[in-house]
């Protein structure tokens, strides 16, 4: 995989973020495959609004972010907030592809995707002022440090390539949460999956997970029993195989 962006096709852009447009996509369309099925990705040409890529195979689309620096950081910018947040409440967004890349070299540090499935209202943070002469439309920013590592899976990690396997695998690991979860039921499944990635172990007990009930309390204020809620995604997590239960109250992630 070339970890390069530069190709001649931007050298007629004076625009910067009309050649980092060009320079981007072109690299994708080179180098990515479908995190899905593994059948490489198509640019759509015809500029659809909702994605710019998408697999023949599977039908999967994908929306691609860039940014420059060391990192991907804890926010990217998207468009309008709300166009983002009715494509999620509607079940209409895109999976997204995050690359960042080196100002200077062009070399691509990090580049990750992740499943529409994964985006609650709840990560997509709202900027503090309209655009230029028209003041009450907003753009916003994906939080995507709030998305569990699990949703964020790397075919780039600090400049190193991973195999391809792993990314099929990896992303086909979390996509149990397409089966049609409301947003609610979905928050509470990815703030578990979050919780049980803070413990930095791949196994733990049921007890390690009850260190975070003041947390839970706090993004779920209307649940009065967080303990039995904790237990009961525990379970489900269980029966759809990221979990695995090893006997009284303890679990190893699969």
Known sequence: MNLNLYSSLSDGYK???????????????ENIYCPSCGHNVNEYKNNKPVADFFCSRCSEDYELKSKKGNSLGKTIADGAYNTMIERI????????FF??????????LNFVATPNYM???EMIRKRKKGIPNRPNYFMC???????PNSGKISYIKDGKVQSKDKVIDEWNKTIFLKQGYNLKSKGWILDIIKCIEKLGKNNF???D???????L?????????????????????????YLEFVGRGKYRIS
């Open 119 to 121: 985006f609650i209202p």
């Open 205 to 207: 007990e049921l007890r």
């Open 99 to 108: 690359l960042n890349y080196e100002k200077d070299t062009y070399n691509i």
């Open 15 to 29: 625009n910067n973020s009309q050649k980092i447009r060009i320079l981007t996509e072109n690299w994708v369309n």
């Open 217 to 241: 309390k706090l993004k779920h204020p209307d649940n009065s029993n967080i303990q039995a809620k904790i237990r009961q995604q525990l379970q489900l997590l269980r029966d759809r195989n």
């Open 141 to 147: 920013n994906i939080d995507i440090s709030s998305i």
């Open 209 to 215: 997970m009850y260190q975070f009930e003041k947390y």
């Open 89 to 96: 409440i509607g079940d209409a967004s895109p999976n997204f």
